[in-house]
């Protein structure tokens, strides 16, 4: 043991194998291993990032999307273990050709990428080619892309990098492939939100292997995500009575004593909104819902 503590260990150190800064330093046989750990796959084959099948019955719809949002995940943790995602923060530019100067905002792709154009991502890309001068950085682009590439789905992988290549040369790089990919999985039809709706309002939880809760949350939840970033001014997928259907799912397991909580809840604000005239009733929210039922 010590006898006195390691104060040099940081929170942000212990998620990374290898550290950006010191890779020039590699021996050969480093710099080969952390290779082989960009560019092989973390995601096994079934769960590569991939679009949701064609299907008008959409079976494979809500899977599809939540085994998705689970492969985001656990590939920006592969990403933070190779010390690889600087890149993925957007920062907010003035004038990234004349001056390097850059405004308080820093954005994320992989939480803002809703959110984003296009063109911040490829004025980000040149910005970071025109000022930035760790050799770090400007490795760490083309990783991306690798790593990337070996956890996409070919199909998935060959319409992105087609419009990838619309880019101007120097911009064609990871962060560009990475909006585009997450930007393609989240940019659903209006026929396929709706669908996605309908799936969320009629899940049975008694038609699922073991009536697992937290895979119904899971399920859920992914929907929820997408459909509230989709929501605009003139949609909302998300209304109020949103709450009274996650109640209603869970009255359908087999345990009529688990049944009866929700059933209790809905009850009892129903006669709240009646005791005051009130048209609207305070639902509980979609989180309280699901933490309850976990």
């Given at each position: 043991?010590?006898t006195?503590?390691?104060?040099?260990?940081?929170q942000q150190?212990?998620y990374?194998?290898?550290?950006?800064?010191?890779?020039?330093?590699?021996?050969?046989?480093q710099?080969i291993?952390?290779?082989d750990?960009?560019?092989?796959p973390?995601?096994?084959?079934?769960?590569l990032?991939?679009?949701?099948?064609?299907?008008?019955?959409?079976n494979e719809?809500?899977?599809?999307l939540?085994?998705?949002?689970q492969?985001?995940?656990?590939?920006?943790?592969?990403?933070?273990?190779?010390?690889?995602?600087?890149?993925?923060?957007?920062?907010?530019?003035?004038?990234c050709?004349?001056?390097?100067?850059?405004?308080?905002?820093?954005?994320n792709?992989f939480?803002?990428?809703?959110?984003?154009?296009?063109d911040?991502?490829?004025?980000?890309?040149?910005?970071?080619?025109?000022?930035?001068?760790?050799?770090?950085v400007?490795?760490?682009?083309?990783f991306?892309?690798?790593?990337?590439?070996?956890n996409?789905?070919?199909?998935?992988?060959k319409g992105?990098?087609?419009e990838h290549?619309?880019?101007?040369?120097?911009?064609q790089?990871g962060?560009?492939?990475?909006?585009l990919i997450?930007?393609?999985?989240?940019n659903?039809?209006?026929?396929?939100?709706?669908?996605?709706?309908?799936?969320?309002r009629?899940?049975?939880?008694?038609?699922?292997?073991?009536?697992?809760?937290?895979h119904?949350?899971?399920?859920?939840?992914?929907?929820?995500?997408l459909?509230?970033?989709?929501s605009?001014?003139?949609?909302?997928?998300?209304?109020?009575?949103?709450?009274?259907?996650?109640?209603?799912?869970?009255?359908?397991?087999?345990?009529?004593?688990?049944?009866q909580?929700?059933?209790?809840?809905?009850?009892?604000?129903?006669?709240e909104?009646?005791s005051?005239?009130?048209?609207?009733?305070?639902?509980?929210?979609?989180?309280s819902i699901?933490?309850?039922?976990?």
């Open positions: 043991m010590r006195a503590p390691n104060k040099t260990v940081t150190r212990l990374k194998l290898f550290d950006k800064t010191k890779r020039k330093g590699m021996t050969p046989d710099l291993d952390y290779m750990k960009v560019t092989k973390v995601l096994a084959r079934k769960f990032l991939r679009l949701p099948p064609s299907d008008p019955e959409g719809l809500l899977p599809t939540s085994n998705n949002q492969s985001i995940e656990t590939l920006r943790v592969h990403l933070g273990l190779l010390d690889c995602l600087d890149v993925t923060e957007i920062p907010s530019l003035i004038d050709l004349n001056s390097s100067e850059l405004g308080p905002e820093r954005l792709l939480d803002h990428y809703a959110n984003m154009t296009k911040q991502v490829i004025l980000s890309n040149k910005y970071l080619g025109t000022w930035v001068e760790e050799p770090y400007q490795e760490n682009m083309p991306l892309t690798m790593a990337l590439k070996a996409v789905d070919p199909d998935l992988w992105c990098y087609e290549l619309s880019a101007p040369v120097e911009c790089t962060p560009l492939m990475l909006y997450l930007h393609r999985l989240q659903c039809s209006e026929s396929t939100l709706n669908l996605l709706l309908l799936k969320v009629n899940l049975n939880i008694k038609d699922h292997a073991s009536e697992d809760i937290d119904i949350v899971r399920l859920v939840n992914t929907a929820v995500t459909l509230k970033s989709s605009n001014e003139d949609r909302n997928y998300i209304t109020h009575d949103f709450s009274k259907d996650f109640l209603h799912l869970f009255q359908t397991t087999s345990v009529p004593a688990f049944n909580v929700f059933v209790d809840i809905e009850t009892s604000k129903q006669l909104a009646n005051i005239s009130s048209p609207v009733v305070n639902w509980p929210t979609l989180d699901t933490q309850l039922a976990l």
